[in-house]
């Protein structure tokens, strides 16, 4: 159930059945030569809406741009500074939270976001007493769906090592799956540099000339971004189960 297509009468309605929610959070950065840039955000609302699916839960707006100060010297990309992102956070948590909205699930599809994500649970609660009336306490948290055991275990058997950290094989699939039409194909090196620290957007272009690390995004296929899909967001949808059971 996505809130973005329901009335605000159908929302009050949900409110007097559940005060759970998931919120998709990605980036807007640069996947290498054959990714989307707007890779992390498809990945989390597609995993997202699967979930609300699965779960019955509402399903709120994606927030599309993140932290992505790193990947800046590639065209497309478009960040916001962490202390933005955090505010953003903290905003939509509170909004959230002023509705009746008390546990919400934040689907992460960009590592980069994860410090100013966590960052806004707390001004949220720090500000909770005062911007909300009564009920349940706030309370939020964040999934990295690349950590979930799904994930893990598909990444491992349809990719082995070659699945990498930035541009995966794993998350250019569950583009691919969302948007069959636009799977790309692109000259790249044999093997990707490994990959190691970095420190700015210029020591990222200079260290990863292509823009992945460490991945082989060439193996991303429909198929295996579908059983992704269909696997991680049944772990999703078990974790907001557990989320609103949790005293
Ligand atoms: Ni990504």
Not at 45 to 74: I, Q
Not at 83 to 107: E, I
Not at 126 to 138: C, H, K, Q, T, Y
Not at 206 to 214: A, C, D, K, S, T
């Amino acid at each position: 159930m996505r809130l973005q297509l329901m009335s605000w009468p159908e929302v009050e309605a949900y409110l007097r059945r559940s005060n759970g929610i998931i919120v998709p959070i990605g980036a807007t950065e640069q996947h290498g030569p054959v990714g989307l840039v707007g890779t992390d955000a498809i990945c989390a609302e597609t995993l997202a809406w699967e979930a609300g699916e699965l779960s019955g839960a509402a399903v709120g707006p994606t927030l599309p741009v993140g932290m992505s100060e790193h990947h800046m010297h590639f065209p497309g990309t478009i960040t916001l500074r962490p202390t933005t992102l955090a505010a953003v956070v903290r905003d939509v948590a509170l909004a959230l939270a002023r509705h009746g909205f008390r546990r919400l699930l934040f689907v992460n599809g960009h590592g980069g976001n994860t410090a100013a994500i966590n960052t806004g649970f707390f001004e949220a609660y720090s500000d909770a007493p005062r911007a909300v009336a009564g009920g349940e306490e706030l309370r939020c948290l964040c999934l990295e769906w690349w950590h979930l055991p799904s994930a893990a275990r598909l990444s491992a058997e349809l990719f082995g090592d070659r699945d990498g950290d930035h541009a995966s094989a794993s998350e250019v699939s569950v583009a691919a799956a969302a948007y069959p039409d636009h799977l790309k194909h692109a000259a790249m090196a044999a093997e990707p540099p490994p990959t190691s620290r970095v420190f700015g957007p210029a020591d990222f272009r200079r260290r990863y000339p292509e823009g992945r690390m460490g991945s082989h995004p060439e193996l991303a296929t429909v198929e295996a971004g579908r059983a992704i899909i269909a696997a991680v967001a049944a772990d999703i949808a078990e974790e907001y189960r557990r989320f609103l059971g949790e005293a």
